[in-house]
């Protein structure tokens, strides 16, 4: 059973099933009035550095606040806001509770801490909404700590996006990651024209790995791929320590993300739970 439905909260908000049963018309009003009441946030993740376990950065993923408090994630969102056309607007608002978290964020972890945000293919190909996303991001001063991520597919078949959008993000300073790397397709010539700044790894090849003798190598392929074009790499959807421990000793990844060090949380609980250097885990559950 879906999240929405153990919850006993509506249904129609999960991902296949809400259309059939429900009026796009709810859905519609529904998210049109979460815009309207910027009722989207930015949960942060810690990116941790393997070398030293230092956050050295925070994924901003979109919530769903809703009226009755509950939180809602993207799989059941973002695909009916981008039918509607609103999905610009959700990033906006992540976009700006991401940047006022970093006042926040800077006095526990110091001001040298990036932030991702993610970004649909549609808009990375999209010249103007990504010159007002620009906007935003310089008018924070920060935009030297920003980094968008954007899957492999959104970048190979966005022709506006290589030709306009990613000289005005080089000339901003803003960096561009690879996300979900492996899942999708793209070739070896378009990675290296991309000028991308990280790679990160799609959580299916780090699931268990210390177990997968086929993703060892399919990991040291891209390892490989990455450092020769000069991406950093994460491995994103790190849960135990029989991962972290593979990772750390048998690969060459800089960067890791995932449950075992923390879920995706609002800053006021990334404050409580998370500390800069993270020898240990930085957040249990109970
Ligand atoms: P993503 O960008 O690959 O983000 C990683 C997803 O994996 C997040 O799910 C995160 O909560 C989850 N995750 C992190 N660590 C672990 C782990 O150790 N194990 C497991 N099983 N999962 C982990 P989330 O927040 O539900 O987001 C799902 C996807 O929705 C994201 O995948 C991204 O593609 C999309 N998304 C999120 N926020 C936005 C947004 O603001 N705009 C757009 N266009 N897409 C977004
Ligand atoms: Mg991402
Ligand atoms: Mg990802
Ligand atoms: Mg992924």
Do not use: C
């Amino acid at each position: 059973r879906s999240k929405a439905e153990r919850h006993g909260a509506a249904v129609f908000f999960s991902t296949e099933m809400g259309r059939d049963l429900y009026s796009s018309m709810q859905l519609e009003r529904l998210l049109r009035e979460a815009v309207a009441d910027k009722a989207f946030e930015a949960a942060l993740q810690p990116k941790v550095r393997i070398a030293d376990r230092k956050v050295v950065g925070f994924e901003a993923l979109a919530r769903w606040r809703e009226a009755d408090g509950t939180i809602r994630s993207p799989a059941e969102f973002i695909r009916a806001a981008t039918e509607l056309g609103i999905l610009n607007a959700v990033t906006f608002a992540v976009t700006d509770d991401a940047l006022t978290a970093f006042d926040t964020l800077d006095a526990r972890f110091g001001d040298e801490t990036s932030i991702s945000l993610n970004i649909a293919g549609v808009q990375a190909n999209d010249p103007a909404f990504m010159s007002e996303l620009v906007a935003r991001i310089a008018a924070s001063g920060r935009a030297n700590r920003m980094i968008l991520e954007l899957t492999e597919d959104a970048m190979v078949q966005a022709p506006q996006f290589r030709a306009l959008v990613q000289p005005m993000l080089g000339a901003a300073g803003i960096r561009v990651a690879i996300d979900d790397f492996g899942t999708g397709y793209s070739s070896l010539s378009v990675l290296a024209e991309l000028d991308a700044n990280e790679l990160k790894i799609d959580r299916s090849f780090v699931t268990r790995i210390q177990h997968n003798p086929v993703n060892q190598r399919i990991l040291r392929a891209i390892e490989k791929l990455a450092h020769a074009i000069g991406l950093q790499t994460v491995a994103e959807g790190v849960e135990t320590q029989e991962e972290l421990a593979y990772l750390q000793a048998e690969s060459s990844v800089d960067i890791v993300q995932g449950y075992y060090f923390s879920p995706p949380m609002m800053v006021e609980d990334l404050m409580i739970w998370t500390r800069p250097d993270t020898s240990r885990r930085i957040y249990r559950i109970g």
